[in-house]
């Protein structure tokens, strides 16, 4: 089975600065997904970016991107010129390739809080 | 993006009671949706996957006979849960999937259910 593993509990930036968020993940399979979710207060689960295992080319998203190390089984999410609008809860997600099979695994998640 | 609409969003309930929470894809059809269910400052854990017009599949320690889920159409999933009792107090949240492999799925925007 696949596991997702963020270690951060809470993480806090100052507005305008970088964070990046930690994820970890377990899995036997070579052909995956992996994403990164926003829960903010409304608790409305928002897909902030995602990325293709066979792609080794880091996906980005505006001032959203990842550091996908497969061989690491890491996937690291950097937010540049953090908003107060950025607070929230973060979700990383692993889904498997296979179909028939595309539930979501989560982490434990990470709350980011801006400080003005 | 595609739209999810879970309904109710709020729904308190007297034990005992059988309490019903409907997902539907507003501008797509679904093949597949998937109940989650999130505790206070936790993760999402999936509880079933739905796919329409067959069973669905619950995951290991998930009462099916307790979370009865139907699927009976491409654009609609209900989560019917059953002599609710206040364990079952939760913040229960939908996602379908497109037709199409490989896509990734839209989130409903969570029902909190209060059982007292």
């Known amino acids: 089975a696949q596991t997702v593993t963020q270690s951060q509990p809470e993480m806090s930036v100052q507005e305008a600065e970088t964070v990046t968020l930690s994820c970890t993940y377990d899995t036997s399979e070579s052909d995956y997904y992996l994403f990164w979710y926003k829960q903010p207060p409304s608790r409305q689960m928002i897909l902030v970016i995602r990325?293709?295992?066979?792609?080794?080319q880091n996906a980005t998203e505006n001032r959203f991107s990842v550091n996908f190390q497969k061989a690491a089984k890491s996937f690291s999410l950097k937010i540049s010129d953090s908003q107060l609008g950025d607070a929230a809860m973060y979700f990383c997600a692993y889904r498997s390739a296979n179909f028939g099979n595309e539930k979501l695994t989560f982490g434990t998640g990470t709350r980011l809080t801006i400080i003005p | 993006g595609a739209v999810v609409s879970q309904h109710p969003s709020r729904v308190i309930c007297k034990s005992g009671t059988s309490v019903k929470i409907e997902c539907r894809s507003l501008d797509f059809q679904a093949t597949t949706m998937f109940w989650y269910r999130q505790f206070p400052k936790q993760s999402l854990m999936l509880m079933a996957t739905s796919n329409e017009g067959s069973k669905a599949t619950y995951e290991q320690g998930v009462e099916k006979d307790k979370f009865l889920i139907n699927h009976a159409s491409l654009t609609l999933s209900t989560l019917t849960v059953t002599s609710a009792h206040p364990e079952d107090s939760s913040f229960y949240i939908c996602?379908?999937?497109?037709?199409?492999?490989?896509?990734?799925?839209?989130f409903g925007q969570g029902t909190r259910l209060t059982v007292v």
């Open positions: 990325q293709e295992a066979y792609k080794q």
């Open positions: 996602s379908a999937k497109r037709t199409v492999v490989n896509t990734e799925a839209f």
